[in-house]
């Protein structure tokens, strides 16, 4: 298991890189390498040149925009797991992260690397996915955002191109005292989930729901959004049997089948924990209330 | 010095080298000049080979040599790797030979092996290697292998029956004639494997000045490494020395003697460079052996009060597609399942099927988690069917104490008949019960179940036969600088043999045990050895240390006494020195040891044999029984399937112990193990027998969130069959493991009326189990 | 022909520069070009966590870095922990003390990972300690005197801050 021959390039700009990709036609980008290094090790992948972006400056910023935070594509996932900012501005995302692989991980795996491998039960797509991210994306000679509904194209298949790199994610935020939730399910701490629920609600005065985003991980190709749950929540008051009802709508998501979890439980999975998370979400809403809901 | 070191709950003396980097595993080993292997594998579990060719392998950069079987000298194409335990019940003993260029039967299977300057390049042109086959169907399931129209395992054979027999005793059909109630079942128990995180190697020089031939290899078996290389190889046996450097855990794989064992050794000689190989991990996912997968139909029958009358049934044992350890798993499954109960009646056909899979030999518990999970099942049904609780049936049948030794009416793996040599089966299931707090259970799971939450116990008990023989010894040797040494065969794979071993000689010498150093898994430092698996250490050297710790001591009192002018009887050891009892008299050890290494032209004192030295082989009459009984408590998620270990607990009875800390920690890592193979660790087939489940992100190891810690209550029922009373300790933990989680899980689910019939269990099982109940 | 760098990494202080493959992972490159051996390989595809290693203080695993990533960068590895020749360093003391090692493979990994953790969480639960070394797979012990040893190396290591204060 040793990685196969291959050039290795080591740009210092993003400009660089892309004329790397522009130029090489079988080159893989080196970001984390928490995934694409095992792929090297067991010779899944052979590339004839690698391209490793780590050393490009100013990849790896969490920028406040006011209404929208902006990482860097190359921001490590520690540090959006020790971010201040991620953790007052988009608690979804601080409670995701910490399902996400284990220290060491995290401490080398990047936001940008996370979506380009775009696993479908990975929590950064699905946070992206429930936070409607926009992903910038770059390659010679033209910069372009691509809307999250828009970037999965099927099993871990991003739409940007071959010749294009994940610059900066775009994640635009939710009013102070919203709720949110992130529950997953997997077989062991820091595995890949056999499925996840990301919810985020806005809640009026009097537990009126004014907003809701239900994204659905592991089940379907990709991070799915839930439209049937989230417009069946819209101006509704929070209950527990709303949530209880509505939820039941994910067994409908048309779900993936492998050796390991079979479509039905990865709908019933759905279906539990977004009920799960809806509770979790609407207590945690300023204007919601307390509630248990297992 | 003066505390007593025998019993003592003390820190390891390997442990500071292995905290800080200085450990020396087989990958550790750089020599000048060395290459590096890799091996072409079969990619499918069983195809025909039409041609082999390596002229693009053999011309990549940095390659020395490329071997197929037709680059062996002649008189290894054909030879096997030789029977290790041969069995009159076995018909069709298959067993690999060192490189296939005809027939593969298992994906994983070598067919080529690659020498280059790195393993970077060895891999290069080991995918360089081209190879026509034609893909065959495969077995896959042990079950259905048996068939009539299954797949053949190997094309040549007419069925896929490996072996076939019988055991038992008692009338069965009479039990079962005048039982009260009686029930049947099948089971089924996973395939799993030992999965140390140090993967095999092999480091190989020939040195041509002296003639000899060097290996160190991640093996748990030196001398068995040895003893196949010499008589395949054909080498002269001090022409040969085998050495077991620090082991990064072995867990009974790492005790068979594999291909790569001959020919990295054969290459290195042929090459004049040393060699190495390590075995990467997807390597080790295809060509490491196994262990586990069994069906068992099985048949209780009891009286009204839950007494056992008989057991009975059938069980298949999947064998993969070589046998180098014979039916040692199977038989000792069959031999384990009465466990602690007097069963007046017995009878179980086993058949062992060839399958296109890597070969099963034991894995830690070898055999015999299978055969408790069936007993224990059965126990639970027939307690459930008669309305008695699954604890209180175990007590009504468990053997008395006063019964020990007990003869069980089998006949063991070592041909000796089956004798419980001692034990207290009783106090170990109450012992258990008190520390898991069973008293108290009912009430906690009704509370539990007010809030909605499922909370279960489960039970289980076992015994096993361990510390086999046919020996392993140790010298001890006080060297003329006093320190005293230790040589023992079988190598350490994270026992810590260095301490307990110093523990049952410091001792004899009123020495601390950082005065002793304890050398192992070397064939080149004692005559004789085995290895270390079946927990056979403890019993086996340790009596061997014992019995020559003795020996020189009673040695050095006797040079002593003609030294100091004093009778023995006045003398005694203390701080590694003989003193005169009451009087300012004394002479060192180390003074004693240059005394006896002689003065030229003197005779020695004392008319002694020079050396202060003994080496005492101790041989057991027969295997010592362990047992322990686990209770578990754990809660259930009925609805995503989760299941979390709140509480395991674990009444174990190895006899004397040697060193608490060290069973403790034995006890606690097999508990983990146990636990993989109940709740996680599957190794998915598909149905032509191609493994799918080859790496650590698909078959799930437990780590340590899913990890329960483990209350260990130890019973001491010393052995009587070896003079320090002790039992091996390695394996109970993971025995009644996956038999005491499902029971567990069924209590936790009682009102889904959930049966479980197999292990592992995953989430989604579990789940559908809940559904098909509401 | 294959494609070299000469690349220079300082490990546990001291500064190696040797010409490498691209290719080589860091572990193979601390291991057999360094001869540090106390990093071990486990898996090679990031999972058990046998050759985690600190790259400038962080814990990373090493079979899944190049070893021309690490040009100019500063390693500690197993090797560098403890004080000196003789001396343990607490964790190391705490893990002899608590029977937290057996075969000593995973124990490397183990101990760089915790490193990191007591710096980040220096009085941590027992959960927050399962899930730090929850990417450390080890076969011998069942993570419970790994568990015990990093509990009772939190409180060593606070009881030595205050009495260094």
Redesign the interface.
Known sequence: MKPPPFTYHDPRSVEDAVALLAEKDNAKLLAGGQSLMPMLNMRFVLPDDVIDINLIDGLADIRDDGDALVFGGMTRQRDIEYSDLVAQRCPLMKEAILNVGHRQTRNRGTYGGSMSHLDPSAELPSVSMAQDAVVTVQKKGGIRDIAMADFPMGYMMPSFELDEMVTSIRVPLWPEGHGYSFVEFARRHGDFAITSSAVLLDVEAGGRIKRASITVGGVGPSPLRVTAVEEGLTGEIGSVELFTEIAEKCREIDAMEDVYAPAWYRQHLASVLTRRALGKAFSRAANGTEMTLR | MGAKMFGARVARLEDPRLLTGRGSYTDDFHLPGMLEAAFVRSPHSHAKINGIDTAAAKAHPGVVAVYTVADLPEYLRDMTVPFQVPNPAISQPFQQRLLEDREVCFAGEPIALVVADSRYNAEDAATLVEIDFDILPGASDCKSALDDNAPMCHANSSNNEGAKYTVGYGDVSDAFANAHLTHREEYWIHRGGGFAIENRAVVAEYNELQDMLTIWSATQSPFLVKQNVVDMLGWESDKVRVIAPDVGGGFGPKTIYYVEEALIPLVAKELGHPVKWVEDRRENFLATNMERDQYWDMEIAVDAGGKLLGVRGKMTHDSGAYMPWGIISPYISATTLPGPYILPAYELETRVALTNKVAVTPVRGAGRPQAVFAMERLMDRAADKLGIDRVEIRRRNLIPTEQMPYALGLIFRDGKPMTYDSGDYPKCQVEALRIADYEGFRARQETARAEDRHIGLGIANYVEGTGLGPFEGATVRIQPSGRICIYTGGGDSGQGHWTTLAQVAADKFGVGIEDIDVQKGDTGKIASGVGTFASRIAVNAGSSVHLAATEVREKALKVAAYMLEAAEEDLDIVDGRVVVKGADLSVGLAEIARAVQGMPGFSLPGGVEPGLEATHYFSPSQSCYCNGTAVVEVEVDPETGWVDILKYSMAHDSGTLINPFVVDGQVQGAVAQGVGNALLEWMIYDDNANPVSASFAEYLLPSAPETPNVDVVHIESPSPINPLGVKGAGEGGTIPAPAAIMSAIEDALSPWNVVISGAPITPSMIVEKVRAGS | ???R?TISVTINGEAYEREV?????LA?FI??EV????????????????C?IL?NG????S????A??ANGQEIM???G??PNDTE?HPL?QA???N?G????????GM?T?LI??LGDNPDPTE?E???????????????????AAALDAAKRLKGKETAGA
Do not use: K, W
Not at chain 3, 21 to 25: F, H, N, P
Not at chain 3, 58 to 61: K, L, N, S, W
Not at chain 3, 101 to 108: N, R, S
Not at chain 3, 129 to 147: D, K, M, P
């Open positions: 022909m294959s494609d760098r493959e691209t290719r080589l992972t193979d291991r057999h001869l540090l051996t106390g990093t071990h390989v486990g898996c090679e595809h990031g999972v058990c966590g046998a985690t790259l962080r814990t990373a695993r079979c899944l870095m190049l021309v990533q590895t197993v090797e922990i403890a343990l190391q893990f002899q003390d029977h090692l057996q075969c000593g493979f995973c124990t490397p101990l990972t990191e953790f959960r300690v399962r899930e730090a070394i929850s990417g450390n797979l080890c076969r011998c012990t069942g993570y419970q005197g790994i568990v």
